[in-house]
């Protein structure tokens, strides 16, 4: 099998210790595979994004001695991939506008638990039926219709390599899920699918915060038709107030003045034992010790 595996980063800050992690593990993992490692820059939610921040996280990288083996892709540059995407749902019927707000979707169900990572309500499923009068804003993956079509069970199931068996009922839990925002804006879910695919991703390896999209993106995967790639869902590095790192709990940037601290705090963190001397040896070790390193079963390819 061929691997290619990618780090994914949003240019909505520079590299930190946490995202340093998800970037050095998924480099060792193409790595001990004999595979290719590339990078892709999901600068999809432009409001969010930071001029200037694309170029230097890849310098950032390549600091690190994190070097991508192809081309980098820029999501911003992929419209027209995303549209042919939403179009093959379109013509299919298993997409649909809808017209809710988000206080709309907060006031149809009150009791509605809210998706942890995102603070969203559950999507009732309000606009499944027609917009009523309601003008458009949003295209939603209509989960059932999938689902029915494809004959797939109402639970996903799937394998983390870390984390082992998990599951999800996508329609309940989460419901229809948005792939074109409000705002015009392509939605993470149908972005990381379409560009997976089209980089031949076969191995994603991500921050275990992102692991509760999975089940979303087989779901649609499967319903654009493409294949499904093994996922490991590294360890989070936590802040001061015991939440993942983010810019907000204490997260700076990674100190380029010296890159082999950062990368042995990111080594720490999945379990590698800190090295010393230069960055290409230090990586080495950690490839060779990578299958050992979160306890991961063996590699068949
Ligand atoms: N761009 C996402 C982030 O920086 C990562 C997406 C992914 O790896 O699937 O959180």
Redesign the pocket.
């Known amino acids: 099998m061929v691997y290619t595996g990618?780090?994914?980063?949003?240019p909505?800050g520079l590299l930190h210790a946490g995202?340093l992690v998800?970037a050095l593990a998924s480099w060792l993992d193409a790595r001990a595979h004999g595979g290719q490692w590339v990078v892709r820059i999901?600068d999809v939610d432009t409001p969010r994004c930071i001029e200037g921040a694309d170029q230097a996280l890849l310098r950032q990288l390549a600091i690190c001695g994190l070097l991508p083996d192809g081309p980098v892709i820029w999501q911003s540059q992929r419209q027209l991939a995303y549209g042919l995407a939403l179009q093959k749902l379109i013509d299919q019927g298993w997409v649909y506008p809808c017209g809710c707000s988000r206080k709309d979707i907060e006031n149809a169900q009150p009791q509605t638990p809210l998706l942890a990572r995102h603070a969203l309500a559950v999507y009732p499923g309000t606009c499944r039926a027609g917009l009523n009068g309601k003008p458009a804003r949003a295209w939603r993956l209509n989960v059932q219709a999938v689902q029915a079509a494809l004959q797939l069970p109402e639970l996903t199931t799937w394998h983390d390599r870390r984390l082992g068996p998990q599951q999800q009922k996508v329609a309940v839990d989460v419901g229809d899920f948005v792939l074109r925002r409000a705002d015009g804006l392509w939605a993470?879910q149908l972005a990381?699918v379409v560009d997976?695919a089209a980089q031949n991703i076969s191995h994603?390896v991500?921050?275990e915060?992102?692991a509760d999209?999975t089940p979303r993106q087989i779901i649609l995967q499967k319903a654009l038709g493409l294949s499904t790639p093994t996922y490991l869902h590294t360890p989070l590095v936590l802040g001061s107030n015991g939440e993942k790192l983010s810019k907000q709990n204490g997260a700076t940037p990674l100190d380029l003045s010296d890159p082999l601290a950062a990368l042995n705090a990111a080594a720490q963190a999945l379990g590698l034992p800190a090295q010393s001397g230069d960055i290409a040896t230090a990586l080495a070790v950690w490839t060779r010790a990578w299958p050992q390193a979160l306890a991961l079963p063996a590699y068949n390819p």
């Open positions: 990618r780090f994914a980063p949003s909505t995202s998800a999901e993470y990381v997976d994603v991500r921050g915060d992102l999209n």
